[in-house]
Structures are given as structure tokens and as C-alpha cells.
């Protein structure tokens, strides 16, 4: 199996559209573009190839300033990617093990999306504690606010309150808004919530 490294943009994006599906925003290649185009790390695209054609792709991006690997388009926050959920293709198994050994030094991988588990079953999954089961709680929210200190609760009920008053409206899709709400992030304010096409942002 032969190794080659895509760093032509163009190029990064035509394998991006023709081995990736979308499944969340994170594997739109135009909403990392998004931030490539702010961060300007080098695309460096990590492709395996046999007599069948491309048997894996991991998309990568050298990071200059921390001189380390990282999935693209390299966004970096206190030393560390963010984006969640970053695609990767392989054709099998053993492809995959290949494409993992390929990765030059000093590659870092973080919040990795792989078809199955069972690829990594020796791997922790990271950073879940987020993620919320209804069904574990028997859809009831009398057990769901028992997981919180009454501190905790006092301060979350007041936070919904400030976002749900009379005085606020929530609107989705409008379009017309969008200048307002970009102008009112630049200005240095805290972060707004977008709502397009039935996500938030």
C-alpha cells in the first residue's frame, strides 16, 4: 500500500466530498473552511492507496506554532483541537491500522468519528459527560434535576429564566438577522446562538 500527502487545498477538498458523508455541520468541508481560512495551517491530507484505489484518508494540518499534527483545519485553543467529530475514511480494518501507523510524529488525534466501536475497543471514549440519556432517568424530570446540587439546580433554573422571559423571542431561519448578530460578536460581546436550518450554531 502506497502513502501520499494531498496538501493542495483543491484537492484536499475534492477527497473530502468524495469520501466523507455528512452526517452533523462538522463534516461539512465548507464549515471547516470556515475556520482554515482563519487559521491558515497547512492542509496535509494522509492518503493510503492500493490497486483497488484509496483504501483510507485521515485529514490532517500541520499546527507551525506547536509543530504537531492535528486534524484539519488545525483550530487550536489552549493547545488543543476542538472541533468534534472529525471524519476519517478507511476501507477496512486493516486499512485503518495502516492509515494510523502512516501519521508522521507528532500527530495528534482528538474527537475522532470512526464507523463503529469496535475498531478501538481498547480506547476510552473521551469527554461524554455531556451527553444525556432520557431513558435512563425513565424520562422523568424529577430524577433528572436530583443529578444536580441544590446550588447547581438554583443556577440553572435561573440561566433558563434569563433565556426564556417574556421579553426574549427566538426565531429561526431569519435570515435577515445575521449582519445584526455577527456585528454584535465582533462588538466583543459574548456568544449568540444561531439557529439555521434546524441547528444551533
Known sequence: ME????????ECMKLWHA???PKNIFDLWEF???????FKNRPFFLILED??????MLPLSFVEDFDMFVFFPGEI????T??????????????????LWACPERTYLRYMEVQGDN?????????????????????????YWKRFSKKRYKDIIKTVSRVTGDSKAFYIN???????????RAGGAGYCYVILLGHWY
Request: net charge negative; glycine share 4%.
Open 174 to 184: 431569519r435570515l435577515e438577522d445575521f449582519d445584526h448578530l455577527v456585528a454584535y
Open 19 to 21: 469520501l466523507v458523508r
Open 3 to 10: 502513502k501520499r500527502v494531498i496538501t493542495d487545498l483543491v
Open 51 to 56: 490497486k483497488d484505489g484509496i483504501a483510507g
Open 82 to 99: 476542538w472541533l468534534e467529530r472529525t471524519p476519517i475514511y478507511f476501507r477496512n480494518e486493516a486499512s485503518l491500522h495502516e492509515l
Open 119 to 143: 475498531y478501538f475497543a481498547e480506547l476510552t471514549v473521551d469527554e461524554i459527560g455531556y451527553v444525556f440519556y432520557p431513558e435512563l432517568i425513565h424520562f422523568d424530570m424529577e430524577q
Open 77 to 80: 485553543w489552549q493547545g488543543k
Open 32 to 38: 471547516r473552511l470556515c475556520f482554515h481560512r482563519h
